[in-house]
C-alpha cells in the first residue's frame, strides 16, 4: 500500500487556485494533511466576471456555502441560460435554458412528442414548454419553492450564476484559509525535481524560499509553469475547430435591470458577450486575428456597448486547446493550466470545478498510482472532448455568409464525434447522450434547432399514445408552465429582497 500524502501545494491563485484550496480543505479535513498555496499580488488573474452553468451550485453546496450569503458576497445575479443572437443567421435568435423542455412520457423523451405533434401542424415553439426559458425572457427569477416535489413543474427547472470572479476567489479564500489553508505571497521562480521519479520535489520562489509537497496542483493559468515548463506535457491545439484566439474584456456601468441569462451576440469574427452583475455589465469580444485585427474588433466591441465603460478594454490572447495528459507524475492541472476554451458556454469554471472533484475522487497516494492517473486522464479528455464538439456545432452549422469570418466557419471540419450527432439528430430526432459529461439531451437539442438543424423524423415508438392523448398532454404542461413562469417575481425583485450586496 502506498504511504499517504502529507503536504498538498497548489501553484496560483484566483477562481482555479482558491476553489482548489477550498475543496481540498473541506474534503480532507481529519486526514492531516497540509495544504499550501503560493500566489504573487504581482501577477494578474484572467478572470473579469463569470457566467457558470448550474453544476457550481453543487460545488457551492459540498463546501457548505449559503447561497444567499455567496451572491452578496460576490455581487452576483440569476442565470436561467444563454441568448444567441445572430448565430444560426442574421436576424435569429434563440435560448440555451437551463433545466428540462416538457416532462418525458409515455416510452419516449418529450421532444419525441413535441415533433410528432409538429407534423400534425401544430406550431408551438419548443421553448414554450421550459419553465426556465420562459422566465427568462419575462426577466423573472424566483428561486423553486420549499417542498416542491419531483411530481411539479418546479423539478424541470434549473439555475446558475453571474458573478464577479475576483470576488468569488476572496469569498473562497477567506473560507479557505479559517479551515488551514497557509498562502504564501510570491513569484515562483522554478520548480525542482527528483532524478529518480520525475516527480516534483518542491517550488522554488524568486526570494528564496522552498515549498516543498507531495502533490502538486498547477493553478498558474496560460503560464502552467508545472505541468506545461517543468514537466514539458504537450498541448492540443484546436484551432482547426474554433478558430477564435483573442478577447477584449471591458467592464460597463449596469445597463439596466440585470437580466437573467447571457447574452452572446454574433459580430463580423467572433462573438460579444454581455454578463450582468449587480454592480456592473460584464462585456466582451471574442475574435479571430486572422479576420479582425485588434483595433477593429476594439472600436467594434466600443460601438457595441449599453453603457460607458469603466475601464480600458483589456486584450487575451490564446490558443484553444487542452493539454494532452491533465496529471503527470505528481502534478494535476486545473483551469487554464489544463487548456482553454472560450466561454460560449460559460464552461471554465464547470472544467475547474469538475477537474478538482475528480482529484478528491481519486485523490493518491505518494506513489501516484498510473492507473489512477490514467482513469482521471480519460475523464478529463473526454469532458474537454464533449465541451469542444458543443462549442464547434454554434460555430460550423451557421447560415451566415456575410463576412469572410463566417464564411470561414462553414468549413469546419466537423470532428466524427459532432458529426455523428448531427446526422442522428437530423434524422431521427434523436440525441446522443453518451459521451456528453457536461451537456444534456436537453441543451443539444435546444442549440440543434436553434442552429436550424431541422429534425426528419422521430422515434416511432411516439405513435403508441393517440394524437388527441398527446395533444391534451402538451396543452396541459404548456399552461402549468406559462402560469407558472407569469407568477415568478421580477428578477432584480428577488435580488433586492434577498441577495443584494451591501453598499
Given at each position: 500500500m502506498s504511504a499517504p500524502i502529507t503536504r498538498v501545494v497548489i501553484a496560483g491563485g484566483g477562481s482555479a487556485g482558491w476553489m482548489s484550496a477550498a475543496a481540498l480543505a473541506q474534503t480532507l479535513r481529519g486526514t492531516g494533511i497540509a495544504i499550501d498555496l503560493v500566489e504573487s499580488d504581482e501577477i494578474g488573474t484572467v478572470g473579469v466576471g463569470e457566467a457558470t452553468i448550474p453544476p457550481i451550485r453543487l460545488f457551492n453546496q459540498t463546501l457548505g456555502i449559503d447561497e444567499a450569503e455567496f451572491v452578496k458576497a460576490t455581487q452576483g445575479t440569476f442565470k436561467l441560460g444563454i441568448e444567441f443572437v445572430d448565430w444560426a443567421a442574421r436576424g435569429t435568435r434563440y435560448l440555451h435554458p437551463f433545466g428540462r423542455h416538457g416532462d418525458d412520457f409515455g416510452t419516449v423523451a418529450f421532444h419525441h412528442h413535441w415533433l410528432a405533434q409538429r407534423a400534425l401542424g401544430d406550431e408551438t415553439p419548443l421553448a414554450h414548454y421550459c419553465l426556465a426559458t420562459q422566465a427568462a425572457l419575462q426577466g423573472r427569477f424566483a428561486p423553486p419553492p420549499a417542498g416542491a416535489t419531483k411530481a411539479s413543474v418546479w423539478s424541470t427547472f434549473s439555475h446558475a450564476y453571474h458573478f464577479d470572479a475576483g470576488l468569488y476567489a476572496a469569498f473562497l479564500r477567506r473560507r479557505a484559509e479559517t479551515q488551514g489553508v497557509t498562502r504564501h505571497e510570491g513569484r515562483i521562480e522554478r520548480a525542482e525535481r527528483d532524478p529518480e521519479t520525475g516527480n516534483l520535489r518542491e517550488l522554488v520562489l524568486a526570494d528564496g524560499r522552498r515549498l516543498p509537497g507531495d502533490l502538486f496542483v498547477d493553478c498558474t493559468g496560460f503560464a502552467a509553469l508545472l505541468l506545461g515548463k517543468a514537466l514539458g506535457v504537450g498541448y492540443e491545439d484546436w484551432s482547426a475547430w474554433l478558430p477564435c484566439d483573442r478577447a477584449l474584456a471591458v467592464?460597463?456601468?449596469?445597463?439596466?435591470?440585470?437580466?437573467?441569462?447571457?447574452?452572446?451576440?454574433?459580430?463580423?469574427?467572433?462573438?460579444?458577450?454581455?454578463?450582468?452583475?449587480?454592480?456592473?455589465?460584464?462585456?466582451?469580444?471574442?475574435?479571430?486575428?486572422?479576420?479582425?485585427?485588434?483595433?477593429?474588433?476594439?472600436?467594434?466591441?466600443?460601438?457595441?456597448?449599453?453603457?460607458?465603460?469603466?475601464?480600458?478594454?483589456?486584450?487575451?490572447?490564446?490558443?484553444?486547446?487542452?493539454?494532452?495528459?491533465?496529471?503527470?507524475?505528481?502534478?494535476?492541472?486545473?483551469?487554464?493550466?489544463?487548456?482553454?476554451?472560450?466561454?460560449?458556454?460559460?464552461?471554465?469554471?464547470?472544467?475547474?470545478?469538475?477537474?478538482?472533484?475528480?482529484?478528491?475522487?481519486?485523490?493518491?497516494?505518494?506513489?501516484?498510482?498510473?492507473h489512477t492517473?490514467?482513469?482521471?486522464?480519460?475523464?478529463?479528455?473526454?469532458?474537454?472532448?464533449?465541451?469542444?464538439?458543443?462549442?464547434?456545432?454554434?460555430?460550423?452549422?451557421?447560415?451566415?455568409?456575410?463576412?469572410?469570418?463566417?464564411?470561414?466557419?462553414?468549413?469546419?471540419?466537423?470532428?466524427?464525434?459532432?458529426?455523428a450527432r448531427i446526422d442522428l439528430f437530423r434524422s431521427s430526432g434523436r440525441v446522443i447522450e453518451r459521451d456528453s459529461p457536461v451537456f444534456s439531451r436537453d441543451s443539444w437539442l435546444s442549440v440543434l434547432l436553434g442552429q436550424g438543424i431541422e429534425p426528419q423524423g422521430f422515434d416511432p415508438l411516439a405513435h403508441a399514445l393517440p394524437a388527441p392523448e398527446r395533444a391534451r398532454i402538451l396543452r396541459a404542461m404548456h399552461a402549468v408552465i406559462a402560469q407558472t413562469a407569469g407568477t415568478m417575481a421580477r428578477h432584480e425583485d428577488t435580488l433586492s429582497r434577498h441577495f443584494r450586496a451591501a453598499g
Amino acid at each position: 500500500m502506498s504511504a499517504p500524502i502529507t503536504r498538498v501545494v497548489i501553484a496560483g491563485g484566483g477562481s482555479a487556485g482558491w476553489m482548489s484550496a477550498a475543496a481540498l480543505a473541506q474534503t480532507l479535513r481529519g486526514t492531516g494533511i497540509a495544504i499550501d498555496l503560493v500566489e504573487s499580488d504581482e501577477i494578474g488573474t484572467v478572470g473579469v466576471g463569470e457566467a457558470t452553468i448550474p453544476p457550481i451550485r453543487l460545488f457551492n453546496q459540498t463546501l457548505g456555502i449559503d447561497e444567499a450569503e455567496f451572491v452578496k458576497a460576490t455581487q452576483g445575479t440569476f442565470k436561467l441560460g444563454i441568448e444567441f443572437v445572430d448565430w444560426a443567421a442574421r436576424g435569429t435568435r434563440y435560448l440555451h435554458p437551463f433545466g428540462r423542455h416538457g416532462d418525458d412520457f409515455g416510452t419516449v423523451a418529450f421532444h419525441h412528442h413535441w415533433l410528432a405533434q409538429r407534423a400534425l401542424g401544430d406550431e408551438t415553439p419548443l421553448a414554450h414548454y421550459c419553465l426556465a426559458t420562459q422566465a427568462a425572457l419575462q426577466g423573472r427569477f424566483a428561486p423553486p419553492p420549499a417542498g416542491a416535489t419531483k411530481a411539479s413543474v418546479w423539478s424541470t427547472f434549473s439555475h446558475a450564476y453571474h458573478f464577479d470572479a475576483g470576488l468569488y476567489a476572496a469569498f473562497l479564500r477567506r473560507r479557505a484559509e479559517t479551515q488551514g489553508v497557509t498562502r504564501h505571497e510570491g513569484r515562483i521562480e522554478r520548480a525542482e525535481r527528483d532524478p529518480e521519479t520525475g516527480n516534483l520535489r518542491e517550488l522554488v520562489l524568486a526570494d528564496g524560499r522552498r515549498l516543498p509537497g507531495d502533490l502538486f496542483v498547477d493553478c498558474t493559468g496560460f503560464a502552467a509553469l508545472l505541468l506545461g515548463k517543468a514537466l514539458g506535457v504537450g498541448y492540443e491545439d484546436w484551432s482547426a475547430w474554433l478558430p477564435c484566439d483573442r478577447a477584449l474584456a471591458v467592464p460597463t456601468a449596469p445597463a439596466g435591470p440585470p437580466l437573467p441569462y447571457t447574452r452572446a451576440t454574433a459580430r463580423s469574427a467572433g462573438w460579444q458577450w454581455r454578463i450582468p452583475l449587480q454592480h456592473r455589465l460584464g462585456n466582451g469580444l471574442v475574435f479571430a486575428s486572422a479576420f479582425q485585427d485588434e483595433d477593429a474588433a476594439r472600436a467594434e466591441l466600443l460601438d457595441h456597448l449599453e453603457a460607458a465603460p469603466t475601464a480600458e478594454p483589456r486584450l487575451l490572447r490564446f490558443t484553444t486547446g487542452r493539454r494532452t495528459q491533465a496529471w503527470s507524475h505528481n502534478v494535476v492541472s486545473i483551469g487554464l493550466a489544463s487548456g482553454f476554451l472560450e466561454p460560449l458556454e460559460s464552461t471554465s469554471l464547470h472544467l475547474v470545478q469538475t477537474g478538482i472533484m475528480r482529484l478528491v475522487s481519486l485523490f493518491p497516494g505518494r506513489d501516484m498510482d498510473p492507473h489512477t492517473r490514467a482513469e482521471y486522464n480519460r475523464a478529463v479528455a473526454a469532458e474537454w472532448d464533449a465541451v469542444r464538439d458543443f462549442l464547434v456545432l454554434h460555430y460550423a452549422t451557421t447560415a451566415r455568409d456575410d463576412t469572410p469570418f463566417w464564411r470561414h466557419c462553414r468549413t469546419i471540419a466537423l470532428p466524427d464525434t459532432l458529426a455523428a450527432r448531427i446526422d442522428l439528430f437530423r434524422s431521427s430526432g434523436r440525441v446522443i447522450e453518451r459521451d456528453s459529461p457536461v451537456f444534456s439531451r436537453d441543451s443539444w437539442l435546444s442549440v440543434l434547432l436553434g442552429q436550424g438543424i431541422e429534425p426528419q423524423g422521430f422515434d416511432p415508438l411516439a405513435h403508441a399514445l393517440p394524437a388527441p392523448e398527446r395533444a391534451r398532454i402538451l396543452r396541459a404542461m404548456h399552461a402549468v408552465i406559462a402560469q407558472t413562469a407569469g407568477t415568478m417575481a421580477r428578477h432584480e425583485d428577488t435580488l433586492s429582497r434577498h441577495f443584494r450586496a451591501a453598499g
